[in-house]
């Protein structure tokens, strides 16, 4: 209990130090820079930490004890982040059901080859990578020596790798979700309350003791929800309590449900996992404020926009810090901020915690890996840019806004807003793509389907040698199916994807990281090349002209 109280108040100043950061590179970047400062911020606290660890011994130490468990945490919520982007698609008028299956249509063809072309790409050029490695192929590394690279070596040497057997898709999920090797924060917070009864006296205030003890942010935010958010909102107009409280419940149930669900013996497996999958935290969420916007809108009569409108106000607490630094002679309205603004918050904070991953795991970004990350990442990118427009033109969808959206299918929403600015895409539409995306992902891992898909990619690029290549270094951190799952899950569903990786403490993770930033950076590079853009907007524009 007090171990996990700690790592909660690490978690809060480490966030809070973020949105620090965060407003830093705000206000030092020029106002023309379009870049968001939550991924330089991520690249600071990597540099910063990778310099310190080449100077000071004592580092590597310091963040295995007291940051690894609070940057996990922070991870683990960053997701409600995309919850709200997820809501506003019900801003947008809805489109007729003809618009509507041709975007379907246009999202399934590009996830399809997207993640295909991804996985067949990286899974031999990492196998020529570590063929090209004498020394990485000629070394037989045991199961005692098959230890995780980037940690400290004093403290990794330790640990069970918990992971020396999950390199592919398919195993970094179903690791995740069996219940001898669940994230330690599940281990200990878990809660079955048929083992409680057993354990503890068969009383009700028994039970309710142990409950709180084991979530009490959870038992905290329903409290707050129908003692403070539901009664302010009876007496008054404003929602702002009422949100930022239930939208908190909400996020912790799930996730609280879906742990359960993962864990628990009382289930066939195949129920329990259709069950933790359906249970994805995103999809509940948003699926729950969506119907509290609507409710509000019934009780209020006031038009759904407007209720929207209230759920985020686009000023988030580097915004605060910079507009109470400044000075204005004209009045203006005081700065608030909504429940959507302090998820943004939440996210924003898991980015920049990235940075303190991937310094876990340098020696895999470091190395030949790296460069299979990179190269992949720029080609995807460029096929995005260059073909993701044209494609979604050839199957119909139109306008040519709608049809720019797919330029920046996967991109995580922070690079993606700036790609769909200089392209004059659809905004909202690139939205909701990259988060459907990001949820389809998540319970398809669930699911198994990335099982599935690896068998089908390993056998048509098994006459290239990747699968002798993987052969040869199995339990090492550069096995081509590690850096090909992280590679193809990175691409395919951002930071909602990587984020799960994390949970389930993949060690494919921190090569989805890697690939997520590579692909948003490189999209964002192709976007400004004039001769490119104006290449993809004429072409998509022309071809909507002709229709």
Known sequence: MRAGLWTGLVAVIIALLAQLLIAGIQYLLNKNVDFPPSILAMAVVFSVFLACGRILPGVELFYMRHLRQPADLLNRHMSIGFTIPFVMICRNPLASPHTIGLIILCFVLTGVLNTFSTYALSLPLQGLMVRWDKRFCGKQTSKAEGLRVGGPVSESEGQKRLFHESASISSSVSVGLDPEVAPDEDRQQSFNVTDAANAQPHTKLARFFTFALNYPMLLLSWTLTLTVGLPLRLVSPATTVLSTTLLSAIWLTTLTLQSHLKTTTSLPPALRTLLSGLTNAVLCTSLALIALAFAESAASRQPLHAVLATLQTNMTLPDLILSATT????????????????????????LVSWGLKLYEYRAQLLSRAGLTVFSVSSLLALGNVALGPLLARAVGLGPASRDLAFAARSVTLALGSPVMAMLGGDGGLNAAIVVVSGIVFQMGLGFGVGGWMERRVRGFVGAWGASAAAACCRDHADDPRTVAAGV???????????????????????????????????????????????????HVSSAATNA
């Open 488 to 538: 193809t899950i990175g691409i395919n569903a951002a930071a909602m994807g990587t984020a799960y990786l994390y949970e389930v403490k993949s060690d494919a993770a921190p090569y989805s990281a890697l690939s997520m930033m590579a692909l948003g950076i490189m999209t964002v590079v192709f976007s400004t090349i004039q001769p490119l853009a104006h290449w993809v907007v004429e």
């Open 327 to 350: 000075t204005s002679t004209t009045p203006r309205p005081v700065p608030t901020m909504a429940a959507g603004d302090i998820a943004l918050c939440i996210l924003n904070a898991g």
